[in-house]
């Protein structure tokens, strides 16, 4: 039975569809049915990151896909190049059922393996373009039976053994558009953070002028230009003093990366893939389009992160 609440309710991954509609994983399909639940909240005004989760949560509530009217659609999804069946929910619906207050006009969305993607949830021209929809199941092919909380793994298709492939576990975030409207237009060949997103279990609600006021740290120009420059290229997978993504190195806890990276080298990390990534297990694209003067920018903002305290979040 639905829950009364919500009863109203890049081109660098190796799975492609075959001539027969179906999609053929990369590599043998390692899922699992998995938890089907999804943690909801609002980021509780005057803290900041912790390792304890609940201190920093208002209206935390958690539902189960498996409560909700679910249905079947079909729709393009960007990590497997194609149309295919799902069985899920609109996340507008999950979003519209909680009812988040006003003041909330970002949604930040946790994936399993620690990305953070936030989304303008209000944006209804960007929700339209992106089509966010949450799959409990798939039909790998037209005559194929539903599959429920079973996905192919993504690989990378450079990767003859790929340590860190994309895996789902009882959900999938399914996206019709690769583009993120943090990410330039001109970047977004390179940068795709819906391409590294495995199953959502979580949806936290901020302000966004408030949220990213907690990373304004110096207003000197060119750390607020490597601010901007963090918010463009880094938010999605790295996190500073456990306030945001998880999915790379933490900027500032427990080693400050301005430490540990310096000057041309910085420059060299970011702009040029490194030879043995694969063998690293690194999923981290090569920032090709950045420059030089762009990358000191950045690392002068990170400097600045570490030696300062993060703003409390106010909304």
């Known amino acids: 039975m639905a829950h009364p609440m919500f009863a109203p309710l890049l081109a660098v991954m190796a799975v492609a569809p075959s001539s027969a509609g179906e999609i053929r994983p990369a590599m043998p399909r390692e899922s ?63 979003i519209d059922g909680f009812a988040p ?82 990410v330039p237009p001109a970047h977004r060949t390179v940068l795709s953070p819906w391409a590294l997103a495995d199953s959502l279990i979580g949806i936290e609600f901020v302000s966004r002028a408030a949220y990213y006021e907690q990373f304004d740290v110096d207003q000197d120009p060119q750390v607020k230009e490597g601010e901007r420059l963090y918010a463009q290229s880094c938010q999605f997978c790295h996190g500073v003093r456990q306030t945001g993504a998880a999915f790379g190195w933490d900027f500032v806890d427990p080693t400050p990366i301005a430490e540990y990276r310096h000057g041309r080298n910085f420059f060299l990390h970011v702009h040029y893939k490194p030879q043995d990534a694969v063998a690293r297990g690194l999923r981290m694209p090569a920032l090709s389009y950045m420059s030089e003067d762009e990358a000191q920018s950045l690392w002068r903002w990170l400097k600045a992160i570490a030696d300062h305290p993060l703003r409390p979040y106010r909304p």
């Open 32 to 94: 699992t049915t998995g938890p089907a639940t999804i943690d909801l909240w609002v980021r509780r005004p005057g803290t900041t990151g912790s390792a304890e989760p609940a201190s920093t949560r208002d209206r935390a509530r958690q539902i189960s896909l498996d409560e909700l009217a679910l249905r079947d659609v079909q729709r393009v999804d960007v990590q497997y190049h194609g149309a295919f069946t799902y069985r899920g929910v609109e996340l507008a619906a999950l």
């Open 101 to 182: 207050p006003p003041s909330a006009d970002l949604a930040l969305l946790h994936f399993a393996n620690g990305m953070q993607i936030p989304l303008a949830f209000r944006d209804t021209e960007l929700v339209h373009q992106l089509a966010p929809f949450v799959a409990r199941g798939m039909r790998l092919g037209p005559n194929r039976p539903m599959q429920i909380g079973r996905f192919p793994k993504v690989s990378r298709s450079s990767a003859v053994r790929d340590p860190r492939p994309i895996v789902f576990y009882g959900n999938k975030l399914v996206v019709a558009d690769a583009g993120h409207p943090d």
